[in-house]
Nanobody
Framework: QVQLVESGGGLVQAGGSLRLSCVASGSMLSIDDMGWYRQAPGKQRELVARITRDSRTNYADSVKGRFTISRDNAKKSVYLSMNSLKPEDTAVYYC???????????????WGQGTQVTVSS
């Protein structure tokens, strides 16, 4: 079964750092865009960062200069390095990937289970 397996969330003090990892497991032909999204309590899910298969990136304005998204295509993984964390970064962070299973098929959106990031004041 195809899964996006996340790790790296936790509790950190303001100003600290965390690195989130997401590994796509199972059988797939290729992975296109990958990204990280987050959902804070009482808020809608929002894009944090996204990266194409050739490593072009874009970021939410709120995280530019603090977060870095990267990927390792050989490992089918995407990472989010989070620095200078703020309490407002507190959210459940979700990995997203567009997966291709057949050359003639379409890409399907897959989501990780989410990992909690809590930043204390």
């Amino acid at each position: 079964q195809v899964q996006l397996v996340e790790s790296g969330g936790g509790l950190v003090q303001a100003g600290g750092s965390l690195r989130l990892s997401c590994v796509a497991s199972g059988s797939m032909l290729s992975i296109d865009d990958m990204g990280w999204y987050r959902q804070a309590p009482g808020k809608q899910r929002e894009l944090v960062a996204r990266i194409t298969r050739d490593s072009r990136t874009n970021y939410a304005d709120s995280v530019k200069g603090r977060f870095t998204i990267s990927r390792d295509n050989a490992k089918k993984s995407v990472y989010l390095s989070m620095n200078s964390l703020k309490p407002e970064d507190t959210a459940v962070y979700y990995c997203n990937a567009d997966l291709l299973f057949t050359a003639w098929g379409r890409y399907y959106d897959y989501w990780g289970q989410g990992t909690q990031v809590t930043v204390s004041s």
